[in-house]
């Protein structure tokens, strides 16, 4: 009868999307990140870069301000190596590892990482921006500009970079954490849907024979 397919043959279906369509989103997000990761890295280490300068006009040693609340007080310090005096006068290979790391992470991000979300992206670019505003100074001055020095504990002077590596390395874990959830409930649903699919359902009961 007109208006419904002949024994043998099967309705027509929609064409699927062509490889062209299913890039489309992952471009856009590409973009999308690569912008993000711009911004982000940029204005943090033109942060970090001015508030170096700022204090490192003053004498070595010098407490510019503070303490406020009993917490903190701007103190200036140069550092020749790393966190509580470690691997002292070590600059320049600190500086080299601190790209390498900055090159790594930045590999993975854009080109490993199959679909970094946004957390992932801030997390990079903080880390980023931080490992080579303290690099730049490594390699222009021989030492790091630190001038942000806790009080109320026995803990290291530190600076803007700082800042940024060590929250960008937990925003950095904790959205690729995210991802993985993310990835693990999406090949869930896609399970219980093919298995949907696979057993269909026409309503029609048992037959008799």
């Not at 946004?118 to 630190?146: I, K, P, S």
């Not at 693990?184 to 009961?205: F, M, Q």
Request: net charge negative; proline share 6%.
């Amino acid at each position: 009868m007109p208006g419904y397919p002949e024994r043998g043959e099967t309705e027509p279906t929609e064409p699927a999307p062509s490889k062209r369509d299913d890039q489309r989103q992952p471009s856009a997000e590409r973009s999308r990140n690569t912008l993000v990761f711009g911004v982000v890295a940029l204005a943090w280490l033109a942060f970090d870069t001015l508030t170096k300068s700022f204090f490192n006009g003053h004498s070595l040693g010098e407490v510019i301000a503070g303490p406020f609340l009993g917490l903190v007080r701007f103190r200036l310090v140069h550092n020749t190596g790393a966190a509580w005096g470690m691997f002292g006068d070590s600059t320049f290979l600190l500086g080299v590892l601190s790209i390498a790391v900055c090159l790594v992470l930045v590999a993975y991000l854009f080109f490993l990482s199959p679909r970094p979300s946004l957390v992932e992206v801030v997390g990079v670019a903080l880390v980023v921006a931080g490992g080579l505003g303290n690099a730049f100074d490594r390699f222009t001055l021989g030492y790091v500009v630190d001038f942000i020095e806790p009080v109320f504990i026995d803990f290291p002077v530190f600076n803007v970079a700082d800042i940024g590596v060590t929250c960008g390395f937990v925003l950095f874990v904790a959205g690729m954490i995210l991802a993985y959830r993310r990835a693990d409930r999406e090949a869930a649903a896609l399970a219980e849907t093919s298995r949907d699919v696979s057993e269909p359902d026409d309503g029609e009961g048992p037959r008799e024979r």
